[in-house]
């Protein structure tokens, strides 16, 4: 079973003009890889949201050093995305999910925005539950087991 991810950032929640910027996509060809591309980027989009406090910004001339701690904001959005990797009971309940056919996604918010990581399955056959597939556009142009042929010249 085929599942797409995303990670994606959104407006925050009192914010009246709903956007929402799509960071990364990825066909996984399975449940299972799809929770490994979780395992990727939940800690990157941390690092985006709350970079590490050893983290360099700006290299050239004018470096910036290491990030220092001024004010703390109580509600974290970076901790769960940083804890994901090592969740093996939140894992077990994505997969279920996956695997049964439904979304899942992962998604924490601060007063700045709705930061998510989210797989739905994506159907390729026919579900015994009667779905409609579906399918990809059909194909147009020569067979794939048909040799080529010269440039378009009248036989």
Known sequence: MAV?????IGAAPDNTAAREWLLDGYAAPSPRLALRWFDV????????I???????????PHRI?????????????????????Y?????????????????????????HGCYS????????HAS???LATLAPAPCRGRPVAASPTGPDIPR
């Open 4 to 8: 797409w991810c995303e990670c994606t």
């Open 41 to 48: 980027w939940a800690p990157r989009l941390a690092d985006r």
């Open 50 to 60: 709350d970079p590490p406090l050893d983290a360099v910004w700006l290299q050239g």
């Open 65 to 85: 050093g290491a990030v220092r701690v001024v004010e703390h904001d109580p509600s974290d959005p970076a901790t769960p995305l940083r804890a994901w990797p």
């Open 87 to 111: 969740d093996i009971e939140l894992h077990d309940q994505a997969l279920t999910v996956l695997c049964e056919g439904a979304v899942f996604r992962l998604a924490v918010m601060d007063r």
């Open 117 to 124: 990581l989210s797989a739905r399955p994506l159907l390729t």
């Open 128 to 130: 015994p539950h009667g």
